[in-house]
């Protein structure tokens, strides 16, 4: 995906927009502190404490600014968009 592309929102057909702006890297992260779920009837000490580092589902992912034809400029995550014709 790159500016002046015409793209459209994955699970919905209607609107159309052009690609305006691409922010890299704006939302998400590649790591998260996470904890394992403990047992009933198992103790738990610190709750505040992560047990450890993992990947998260999402990842990193792109911000897009999108002048849709019918509604304005609007900014949408990248995974939400489909590309429907590429600029040269």
Request: aromatic share 10%; charged share 30%; glycine share 6%.
């Amino acid at each position: 995906m790159k500016v002046g592309d015409l793209v459209k929102l994955k699970h919905d057909a209607t609107p159309f927009g052009f690609v305006l702006k691409i922010d890299k890297d704006f939302y998400g992260a590649r790591q998260a502190f996470k904890s394992n779920p403990k047992p009933r009837g198992q103790a738990i000490l610190d709750r505040r404490k992560p047990d450890f580092l993992a990947p998260t589902t999402e990842g990193i992912q792109d911000r897009v600014l999108v002048d849709w034809i019918q509604h304005g400029a609007e900014y949408v995550s990248a995974n939400q968009l489909e590309v429907i014709s590429e600029s040269r």
